[in-house]
């Protein structure tokens, strides 16, 4: 008995994990819808309920694995009802139940849909039971109509999808992307270059020490010179005489 109720209060913990990962995910998206509905998209509501479904998901694996105690065969009943407020109560419900009182345990324990929603399932039900075969039969035609219409153009845009993906994948590769990142990493950082071995480096020319004479002393060679050929042509010109 003890073995059977620790695998009862074990699987019961995992389940109360499971649900308040639920219960965040969907606080979460109605905190995404009513306050920044401005600055969301839709990809972002996508992978909400994305999180929310897979969740789902690993709780119903959960309830349905062997090592889970079937619930159903359990009954919970009621040992203690008092309209005092109980600290313990309000932090498990988070102040939605006060106390475990008369009012509040017909709804906690109940198997039945919650009452404003069986109120709702009621009406429906009875206003389509007033509704006669002809006119039920006209919205189900519209309904239809619409469902195929959507569906036509989501098959459209998927073989569209298709098509274009198909004639990429068929179209010749004309580069590689691995060697395109390569030249750009060389080029950018120098990744991969190294230097070749066995070649001497070009000598540097030094100039020669004629070369590098101050331009004035050139400048003051010239002038004499010139004197020098003047007055040599002054002693030996034939006017002269």
């Not at 932090?91 to 006060?98: G, H, I, L, N, Q």
Request: charged letters at 25%.
């Amino acid at each position: 008995m003890q073995r059977e109720e620790r695998v009862l209060e074990t699987a019961l913990d995992a389940i109360l994990q499971r649900v308040v990962d639920i219960k965040n995910s969907l606080q979460q998206l109605i905190f995404k819808i009513e306050r920044e509905s401005e600055h969301t998209d839709w990809p972002q509501y996508l992978d909400s309920f994305s999180v929310i479904s897979a969740q789902i998901y690993t709780l119903q694996k959960l309830l349905k694995n062997e090592k889970t105690p079937i619930l159903r065969n359990y009954l919970t009943l009621p040992l203690h009802l008092s309209a005092e407020s109980d600290e313990q109560l309000m932090r498990a419900t988070e102040a939605r139940v006060p106390a475990f009182s008369h009012d509040f345990v017909p709804n906690m324990l109940r198997t039945k849909l919650d009452p404003e929603v069986e109120q709702r399932h009621n009406t429906h039900e009875a206003k389509a039971a007033q509704m006669n075969h002809e006119t039920a039969m006209k919205h189900i035609n519209i309904h239809n109509k619409v469902v195929k219409h959507v569906l036509d153009l989501v098959n459209q845009a998927r073989e569209e999808w298709e098509t274009e993906t198909a004639s990429r994948a068929g179209q010749s590769q004309t580069c590689s992307i691995h060697e395109t990142q390569t030249l750009v990493a060389a080029l950018g950082t120098g990744k991969g270059l190294r230097m070749m071995q066995g070649r001497a480096a070009a000598p540097i020319p030094r100039p020669s020490p004629t070369m590098t004479q101050p331009q004035s002393q050139i400048q003051t060679k010239a002038p004499t010179s010139i004197k020098t050929n003047i007055k040599a042509a002054a002693q030996i010109h034939p006017y002269s005489r």
